[in-house]
């Protein structure tokens, strides 16, 4: 049986014009929303972001990631192949992608129900028709798309907020890699001088012109430094294994090319008078937080508004009844459905909506206050670990290299034996030794001085040295 029908009732045609006209008006975008990503990269830390979701995107990726690594890897150069082939980090970008469809999703007027009915017994039958409508919430969905529109953009700023996170883990990382590099090649060379006195302490012992004590002293120099190099590759291998996890690369892409040693520090710290004043401008994190707020005060307003009506259905109906005693008719009309707030006078749902405002309130001044104090912190570490480091550089190392120098000149008099100038060459080592570490702690504190403004995450407790930088040289060898 075919029916076929119009609706004649001002219910029916009230429901479907609004939701016809209210239908066109959510789309998803054409970059799933990474445009305010692509910004915030661009704009901080100077990078190009990609959304890979096609054979053609991954390829173009690829290629930027080979010519990057087809030379020795700087740190920009390293956070931008993470950018681009860090996998964690495209997941992020699929949240937005799913956070877009939330948005498109709340932005549309809800679907109306149609349902139909059919009844007959003893020559009679009644067919009925409906369809239904929420209008509660087609009168609140201006209000909801908006609280949706909020909750994407704080989707797209945590996006952002990954993609620092992983440019400040990848910076630390490099740094990391590139100091442990760097002690390796210290302690490669001076195992080999440890190795050279170790042979020539024996020849001597067995001669009887060295005693057993100072034969002794030797040898255990070349055997902790012969450990302190092992444990320094096996950093350097640790190290780069996290940063090559970081920038996602498997494969033939694993020989890439890193530096030997450290940049040299810069000729001046930064001045940043305004650190606290920065942070809270442009701390992301913070920007969500306030988003938020934003978002639940809206929320709040929608549940006061809407506190003792929670159910609001219209439906138009049309009936047509046969009666084998008379002729058939047609009825038509509508029906309204509303919840009595006879127990529940929407104080539950006021009172939880206040509450998270408050709580929301409460979190974003607590962060606040926390923002401005890691900005003071880690300007104060900037600025210690650069006088640190460059204490080292101006001061102790050439102080050292002056050291050595007389002393090579007194032993080719023959004013000390080969014994003191080996002493020297340790106290030398362990300078050196503690030169690297502190340069190291300075370009880590400077990553952490980039977080600290722009957001992104913490790299977790401050550094202490490391126990291959810190160690102090085997004692003795006093001559």
């Keep these: 049986m075919s029916i076929s029908f119009m609706w004649r009732t001002p219910a029916t045609a009230l429901l479907l014009s609004a939701s016809i006209g209210l239908s066109g008006c959510a789309s998803f975008s054409p970059d799933a929303g990474m445009g305010v990503v692509s910004d915030v990269a661009s704009q901080t830390i100077g ?50 992608a799913l956070a877009e469809t939330d948005l498109v999703a709340q932005s549309l007027p809800p679907n109306p129900t149609f349902s139909i009915s059919r009844i007959s017994g003893n020559g009679a039958s009644e067919v009925e028709r409906q369809v239904v409508g929420d209008i509660l919430a ?118 890439f090319r890193l530096p030997s040693r450290l940049p040299a520090l810069p000729r001046q710290p930064r001045s940043l008078p305004t650190i606290e004043a920065d942070a809270v401008g442009h701390r992301i994190d913070l920007q969500i937080a306030r988003m938020e707020l934003a978002a639940l005060e809206k929320s709040l307003g929608l549940t006061q508004a809407t506190r003792f009506v929670t159910l609001l259905d219209v439906a138009g109906i ?52 926390n923002v401005r104090s890691e900005a003071r912190d880690a300007y104060r570490v900037y600025r210690s670990t650069y006088d640190i480091a460059s204490h080292y550089q101006r001061e102790i190392l050439p102080l050292r290299q002056i050291i050595t120098e007389e002393m090579q000149l007194r032993f080719s008099s023959m004013q000390i034996d080969v014994f003191a100038l080996l002493t020297e060459a340790r106290q030398r080592l362990a300078s050196l030794r503690a030169a690297i570490d502190a340069k190291r702690q300075f370009w880590l504190a400077q990553s952490e001085l980039q977080t600290a403004i722009n957001g992104g995450g913490s790299g977790g407790a401050r550094e202490t040295p490391t126990t291959t930088a810190a160690a102090t040289p085997a004692a003795g060898g006093g001559h």
């Design 47 to 96: 990078k190009d972001v990609a959304f890979v979701r096609s054979a053609d995107g991954a390829e173009r990726a690829g290629g930027a990631v080979r010519r990057l690594l087809g030379r020795p890897l700087t740190v920009d150069a390293a956070v931008q192949v993470a950018l681009l082939s860090n996998k964690g980090l495209q997941a992020a970008y699929n949240e937005l």
């Design 138 to 255: 087609l009168a609140t969905l201006p209000f909801r798309s908006e609280i949706a529109r909020e909750r994407f953009r704080q989707a797209q700023l945590r996006a952002a907020l990954e993609t620092l996170r992983l440019a400040a883990e990848v910076r630390r990382s490099y740094f990391r890699s590139v100091a442990a590099n760097e002690m390796v090649g210290l302690l490669t060379d001076a195992k080999s001088t440890a190795e050279s006195t170790a042979q020539l302490a024996k020849k001597l012992g067995e001669t009887g012109s060295l005693n057993k004590l100072d034969q002794a002293r030797e040898q255990v120099f070349y055997a902790e430094t012969t450990a302190d190099l092992a444990s320094a590759r096996q950093e350097a291998t640790s190290a780069r294994e996290q940063l090559t996890r970081l920038m996602g690369l498997w494969g033939e892409d694993l020989d």
């Design 318 to 369: 049309a009936k047509r009844t046969r009666d084998p005693e008379g002729p058939p008719f047609r009825e038509r009309g509508f029906d309204v459905a509303f919840q009595i707030p006879m127990f529940d006078g929407g104080e539950v749902r006021v009172r939880q909506a206040v509450e998270s405002y408050n709580q929301a309130f409460n979190l974003l001044t607590e962060k606040a206050v």
